[in-house]
């Protein structure tokens, strides 16, 4: 079955402009979480949606936010880049809670994002 | 989710056998123990999970002591392509979901010829 895809791989922006990332998970999953990686921090979690609402969320500014829709296919949207945003961003799938002992994540290649 | 610590890095050579510790001495009783693998500009790739004593699959073995305080990753016979960063994951699937990963910095294998 298809992967995980992200769109688009690569972005480069602006400072001051605001950028929307897309997911679409393994079909039948309805969790999808976003996770931004620098070299500096790491792996850090930023939300988590379920059934179109928002489980759980990182400690990142109201600047970033994110959506998810009937189909489990979400977005994340981030308003007034700034140099620090440049990140690889990736999206997880899994079934969702409840699952018990299978519940692997599944990543995308994720979206690298440059702000100049 | 509990904290986990491992070692930053590890060298080894092809063909031998690779064990990553990982440390997580507030794991919590319906914690699950899962390793993840990483490439460079790529996303994690689920390794193996497991709740205690051995589990083996096609690429790997988890090793989990009786405590469950620490677990220890075996690759058997490396390869070049084994080089990665190896993460080290504790938390319950059935309360906050998988998708609620939390990372720690991993670890970075490099596989010599």
């Known amino acids: 079955k298809a992967g995980v895809t992200q769109t688009p791989r690569y972005l480069i922006k602006t400072r001051g402009q605001q950028v929307t990332l897309s997911c679409s998970p393994i079909?039948?999953?309805?969790?999808v979480s976003w996770y931004q990686q620098t070299p500096g921090q790491g792996l850090q979690f930023l939300f988590e949606?379920?059934?179109?609402?928002?489980?759980n969320k990182g400690n990142f500014p109201g600047r970033f936010s994110g959506r998810q829709f009937s189909n489990s296919r979400s977005e994340m949207n981030v308003s007034t880049l700034e140099l620090g945003d440049s990140a690889l961003y990736l999206c997880?799938?899994?079934?969702?809670?409840?699952?018990?002992?299978?519940?692997?994540?599944?990543f995308g290649q994720g979206t690298r994002l440059t702000v100049v | 989710l509990a904290k986990t610590t491992q070692p930053i890095s590890m060298d080894s050579y092809e063909g031998q056998e690779v064990n990553i510790t990982c440390s997580h001495n507030?794991?919590?009783?319906?914690?699950?123990i899962t390793w993840y693998q990483q490439f460079p500009s790529q996303g994690p790739r689920f390794i193996i999970q497991?709740?205690?004593t051995k589990v083996t699959n096609e690429v790997a073995s988890l090793f989990i002591p009786a405590d469950r305080k620490s677990s220890t990753l075996s690759l058997p016979r490396v390869s070049l392509s084994d080089t990665a960063v190896y993460y080290c994951?504790?938390?319950?699937?059935?309360?906050?979901?998988?998708?609620?990963?939390?990372f720690g910095s991993g670890t970075r294998l490099s596989i010599r010829p």
């Open positions: 507030n794991i919590a009783t319906n914690d699950y």
């Open positions: 497991g709740y205690k």
């Open positions: 997880a799938s899994s079934l969702g809670p409840g699952q018990g002992m299978n519940t692997e994540a599944f």
């Open positions: 949606y379920f059934s179109e609402t928002q489980r």
């Open positions: 994951l504790v938390g319950d699937p059935g309360y906050s979901s998988a998708s609620k990963i939390i």
């Open positions: 079909s039948g999953h309805r969790s």
